[in-house]
T-cell receptor
Framework: AQSVTQLDSQVPVFEEAPVELRCNYSSSVSVYLFWYVQYPNQGLQLLLKYLSGSTLVKGINGFEAEFNKSQTSFHLRKPSVHISDTAEYFCAVTRNTGGFKTIFGAGTRLFVKA | GAVVSQHPSWVICKSGTSVKIECRSLDFQATTMFWYRQFPKQSLMLMATSNEGSKATYEQGVEKDKFLINHASLTLSTLTVTSAHPEDSSFYIC????????????FGQGTRLTVV
């Protein structure tokens, strides 16, 4: 079975400051890794994904994430945040075997202050 | 990108009635669809996985008789909440994946169910 841990439930940050949202996972099989953003009363929007290859993944809206296999982490970063980045962010893993179920972390609320 | 549409986006129903939520893949064939439930300020919890033409696989603790899932075609899956109660009020989200080896699932916009 796989699991996902998002270490911070809330991250307040000032506008134009850098931010890192942390994600650690555990799995007995290889996995694919994702970050999603959710705005209130909406579905999920994919920010970026790691399937294979380069461990540094760039996504939409200036976000990037780095896959660290030894630390089983997939932290999300942005060098300069905007007010519009205020949302809920979910880290997710999909196991690379039968069923391809996706399991989500508990979510991190990013709150960007002016 | 691929589009998954959920309908309705919100619904209010009386306690004891049944509600059907539709999930459609608009521009691809969804071999597998997933249904999630999300309580306020919480994460998405996987309820079940459905493959076209076969019975859904439910996660532990999910009542299959209460949450009926049908995946009769490659573009449509439905979730029916039977005999709904106020505790069933939640945000329900579906996702769909194309093919067996494709890794990314695309999400619908969600359905807000309120049972009064």
């Amino acid at each position: 079975a796989q699991s996902v841990t998002q270490l911070d439930s809330q991250v307040p940050v000032f506008e134009e400051a850098p931010v890192e949202l942390r994600c650690n996972y555990s799995s007995s099989v290889s996995v694919y890794l994702f970050w999603y953003v959710q705005y209130p009363n909406q579905g999920l929007q994919l920010l970026l994904k790691y399937l294979s290859g380069s461990t540094l993944v760039k996504g939409i809206n200036g976000f990037e994430a780095e896959f660290n296999k030894s630390q089983t982490s997939f932290h999300l970063r942005k060098p300069s945040v905007h007010i519009s980045d205020t949302a809920e962010y979910f880290c997710a893993v999909t196991r690379n075997t039968g069923g391809f179920k996706t399991i989500f972390g508990a979510g991190t609320r990013l709150f960007v202050k002016a | 990108g691929a589009v998954v549409s959920q309908h309705p986006s919100w619904v209010i129903c009386k306690s004891g009635t049944s509600v059907k939520i539709e999930c459609r893949s608009l521009d691809f064939q969804a071999t597998t669809m997933f249904w999630y439930r999300q309580f306020p300020k919480q994460s998405l919890m996987l309820m079940a996985t459905s493959n076209e033409g076969s019975k859904a696989t439910y996660e532990q603790g999910v009542e299959k008789d209460k949450f009926l899932i049908n995946h009769a075609s490659l573009t449509l899956s439905t979730l029916t909440v039977t005999s709904a109660h106020p505790e069933d009020s939640s945000f329900y989200i579906c996702s769909a994946r194309e093919g067996q080896m494709n890794t990314e699932a695309f999400f619908g916009q969600g359905t807000r169910l309120t049972v009064v």
